[in-house]
């Protein structure tokens, strides 16, 4: 998944994913991120962590401590909170999905229907609002979910009935394999975009189950990649005006998806991969000794 995430967003990355694991209940600790920035410093820049689902701009900063290998920390040469670029390039991807299916990229009166109220979603909401769109949004956690409707005028409705929304657009941002045997038969939506990982829970047949719907799906891996790019632009040295140039090229890779996969007859995610393999295949033909990676800075 991040490696094709980063192949297709054109960036010059591999791909992996690191689990801190812990008790559910239990609070993330200093001394248990510090011993993962050890772990992660004795790979000599094989691998680079950044935040992602249940962790933090401090929890990256933790890691810190131990290893210059990690990115989205705040500061002077830190990308910060990867969230903001996620949301935007989850929004401009919803636009392209729309003109695709609608004909017109604005969401002017178009209802979408968005499952999560974390930091992505939160901030995706406030771009469909702006642009006058009508949300629908759930959230295991009531706190958030009702603070994202007092701030954006959304609307609540139980978790399980967001499936059951009769909406122009589905999105996704909470957890994945969301997408699977039980909720695909419910959904009331011509387009599913969102920003969630993984959110089919068996990639070929739920693309397949969807596209038998005449729903149109964005890969979530390319509509995503926003806060990769984010925490590429670390590493890379990326102006800020470089980084929203790059997250926002997300619509015109998802046109040339959508495109392609009606051209050629094949799922989205099919056209998807296709990229991504081509792209992969390209860089094997590169002859390269790892030697570390000294742009990373040590702050």
């Given at each position: ?63 810190r ?8 920390v ?28 609608f ?10 229907a ?59 941002n ?22 969630a ?38 590493i ?64």
């Amino acid at each position: 998944g991040m490696t094709y995430k980063a192949s297709v967003a054109g960036l010059p990355l591999g791909g992996g994913k690191a689990v801190v694991l812990r008790d559910a209940d239990a609070a993330p600790t200093l001394d248990a991120f510090r011993a993962f920035g050890r772990f992660v410093d004795s790979l000599g820049g094989k691998y680079i962590t950044a935040e992602d689902v249940g962790t933090t701009v401090r929890d990256m900063e933790w890691i810190r401590m131990e290893t210059r290998y990690v990115t989205g920390v705040a500061g002077e040469h830190g990308s910060g909170d990867p969230s903001p670029y996620t949301a935007h390039g989850v929004f401009v991807g919803i636009k392209a999905a729309a003109k695709t299916v609608f004909g017109s990229e604005s969401l002017e009166g178009r209802t979408v229907a968005v499952q999560g109220a974390g930091n992505v979603a939160r901030n995706l909401v406030a771009k469909l609002v702006g642009d006058g769109a009508r949300v629908i949004i759930t959230d295991i956690f009531e706190d958030k979910v009702q603070q994202v409707c007092r701030e954006y005028g959304a609307q609540y409705v139980p978790p399980d009935a967001i499936y059951t929304v009769d909406c122009d657009i589905f999105s996704p941002n909470a957890l994945g394999a969301v997408l699977n045997d039980t909720t695909i038969p419910q959904l009331r939506c011509s387009i599913v975009a969102g920003g969630a990982n993984n959110q089919l829970a068996d990639e070929e047949r739920h693309a397949q189950m969807l596209a038998e719907r005449g729903i149109l799906y964005a890969p979530d891996y390319v509509i995503n990649a926003g806060g990769l790019i984010n925490v590429t632009s670390e590493i890379e040295q990326w102006s800020r005006e470089q980084v929203v140039r790059k997250v926002e090229s997300i619509y015109d890779t998802l046109l040339r998806i959508f495109r392609t996969a009606q051209e050629h007859n094949i799922l989205t995610i099919e056209a998807s991969n296709q990229i991504a393999e081509e792209r992969i295949a390209q860089a094997h033909h590169i002859h390269r000794t790892f030697v570390g990676t000294p742009t990373i800075r040590n702050g």
